[in-house]
């Protein structure tokens, strides 16, 4: 079973940036995807942004519309770690973050992501 864990999160002004990372335990071979999601306080999980987590795949990055020009999705292969690089945050990207694993490629289906981080917090301040 692949265990994420989340770091990076904290309190920023609008306009700010903060670097979130998402570390794996192992990368096997039925992982396709690695992506972000968050949820703000009263609102549904969404998607934020997914790469493509296989050596068999060929690099594809894909963002919600809300996030794309702001936020970069990049993985260190060595590290088995995904980072979600943050800039110009807005009060409305206050949520917590999770990271997740799918067997799917090229998914922002949440049903398709079996494993889950525990999630951080990102706080934006106006």
């Known amino acids: 079973q692949v265990q994420l864990v989340e770091s990076g999160g904290g309190l920023v002004p609008a306009g700010g940036s903060l670097r979130l990372s998402c570390a794996a335990s192992?990368?096997?071979?039925?992982?396709?995807?690695m992506g972000w999601f968050r949820q703000a306080p009263g609102k549904e999980r969404e998607f934020v942004a997914a790469?493509?987590?296989?050596?068999?795949?060929?690099?594809?990055?894909d963002y919600s519309d809300s996030v794309e020009g702001r936020f970069t999705i990049s993985d260190d292969v060595s590290k088995n770690t995904v980072y979600l690089q943050m800039n110009n945050l807005k009060p409305e990207d206050t949520a917590v973050y999770y990271c997740?694993?799918?067997?799917?490629?090229?998914?922002?289906?949440?049903?398709?992501?079996?494993?889950w981080g525990q999630g951080t917090q990102v706080t934006v301040s106006s």
């Open positions: 790469v493509t987590w296989s050596h068999s795949l060929s690099y594809y990055a």
């Open positions: 997740a694993v799918s067997s799917a490629p090229y998914t922002r289906s949440q049903l398709s992501y079996a494993y």
């Open positions: 192992e990368r096997t071979s039925s992982s396709q995807s």
